[in-house]
Structures are given as structure tokens and as C-alpha cells.
């Protein structure tokens, strides 16, 4: 027998455990806590954050205060406190309990995205006013503006010693930042380096390596210390996300 046309109806069937509702805008950011399996942090256009059990399939707290959609999130690396940065160019620090703990001002633009210093409290977050702002959790205080990107910075972190930052810009290029002064290191820029704003970046577990995608469709690695540009690969497309791979970074070494 010939087949019937909907006989080529496949559905997707929902294998979901929970579906978790309470943003009422599209959903920019989450977050998983690094110490507890069932904690989750989301945030979304409608300028809200949410603190999700995923046991119990509800949310603990609401996280208030933005003016503008919360566009990314990072906890802690001992999964004491929350970042969330928003569009109203805020960085607003929480406890796991949902308790607002400081605001973090300065930027005089969007907040593009955020990390944590590997061993303490420090903040880092890139802004769409071309600046990257450095600051203190526990006290909030500012320690550094690091100035010299020509574009929004997309993309940034620090090396896993925690002794080097590394932020990635649509202006095309990679600085490498020393934290304490605020010097830029190395510019990385021009052939044969990317043609199109970085969209991300990952840096090696040694902290040797950077490996940065762009819009342009290419992959480069960068060595840290030397500025240099190492490897090239293609993509058909622009590069979206990237993250190392321990056997990619053996294969390097």
C-alpha cells in the first residue's frame, strides 16, 4: 500500500520531568549551582530572576530589582551567592535564599554577560558601552574599569589561576588584561585573527590557551601569554558558543 500523507506526521513527544513556570517574557539566561544539584537560576525579559528547586518542580524566590531583562546569570564558584546582570546595565548580587545582598552600578550600558573570580568573591562583567567592570561581592566595591575595547564586549573571563582576564568584543578583537593594574596585555587583532565580532570564548584549564568564535564563522586559538594566534578553523556559519575540550587541550600542548 502506498502510504498516507500522515503516515509523515512525526510528533515530538514531551519527556519533560517538570515544567517550571513564572516568566511571562522569553528566557535569555540560566544558571546551575556549582554545590547544589537542584538549584537553578533563570532570568528573562521580563526583567525578573527566578531561583528554581528542580525537585519539587516550583520556584523558591523571585529575584526583583532590575529594570530591564535580566540578560545573564552566574553563581559563585562555591555556590554561596548569585549574579545577575540586566539590560538597565546593573550587576545585582543574591544569596541563595533569594535575598538581595548588593547592586553593583557603573556600567553605563547593558550587561552582556558575567563570571566569577575561580578562588573568591570578585565580579567580572562586560557592557555594551565597551567597558569590562571588575568589583568586589562582599563589599561591593568597584577595583577596576578595564577601557580600550571600540565595541560591545560580547564575551570574558578569567584564566582558571585566577591571574589574567581575557574579554572578547564585535570590535573584532581579544585583550588580554593584567586584573590588578588594568593593563591591557596583548591586543589581538587583524589577519589572521578574526574578521567579525567575537561571540565567545574558552580558555584552557592551564590557562594557556584562549579559544575565541566569531561571526565570521572562524575558530582561532590564542596563546595567552605570547598574544599570538595558533590554530584556525571554518565554520559554515557564525560560531554561537565554544568550550575546551580536555583531549583538544592535550592535543595543543
Not at 515544567?19 to 556549582?34: K, M, N
Not at 574599569?145 to 584564566?159: I, K, L, P, Q
Not at 573584532?172 to 593593563?183: D, K, Q, V, Y
Not at 590564542?222 to 556559519?237: A, C, E, L, M
Request: aromatic letters at 10%.
Amino acid at each position: 500500500d502506498l502510504p498516507d500523507a500522515e503516515d509523515d506526521i512525526v510528533e515530538d513527544s514531551d519527556d519533560s520531568i517538570h515544567i517550571f513556570t513564572g516568566h511571562t517574557g522569553e528566557l535569555y539566561a540560566v544558571a546551575c549551582s556549582p554545590t547544589d544539584p537542584v538549584l537553578v537560576a533563570t532570568g528573562g525579559g521580563d526583567d525578573k530572576g527566578f531561583l528554581w528547586k528542580i525537585s519539587h518542580a516550583d520556584w523558591a524566590s523571585e529575584l526583583q530589582g532590575h529594570t530591564d531583562s535580566v540578560s545573564s546569570l552566574a553563581f559563585s564558584h562555591d555556590g554561596q551567592l548569585l549574579a545577575s546582570g540586566g539590560f538597565d546595565g546593573l550587576v545585582k548580587v543574591w544569596d541563595t535564599s533569594g535575598n538581595l545582598k548588593s547592586t553593583l552600578e557603573g556600567p553605563g550600558g547593558g550587561i552582556e554577560w558575567i563570571k566569577w573570580h575561580p578562588k573568591g568573591h570578585l565580579i567580572l562583567a562586560g557592557s555594551e558601552d565597551c567597558t569590562v567592570w571588575m568589583w568586589n561581592a562582599d563589599n561591593g566595591s568597584c577595583l577596576n574599569v578595564f577601557s580600550g575595547h571600540g565595541a560591545s564586549v560580547t564575551c570574558g573571563d578569567f584564566t582558571p589561576d585566577g591571574k589574567t582576564i581575557c574579554t572578547g568584543s564585535e570590535d573584532a578583537t581579544l585583550r588580554i588584561w593584567n586584573p590588578r593594574s588594568g593593563e591591557s596585555i596583548h591586543v589581538v587583532r587583524g589577519y589572521p585573527y578574526h574578521t567579525e565580532g567575537l561571540t565567545c570564548l574558552s580558555i584552557s584549564s592551564d590557562s594557556t590557551f584562549a579559544v575565541t568564535g566569531s561571526k565570521d564563522g572562524s575558530v582561532h586559538v590564542v596563546n595567552i601569554t605570547t598574544g599570538k594566534v595558533g590554530d584556525t578553523y571554518d565554520h559554515i556559519t557564525k560560531v554561537q558558543y565554544i568550550s575546551w575540550f580536555c583531549m583538544f587541550e592535550l592535543s595543543l600542548c
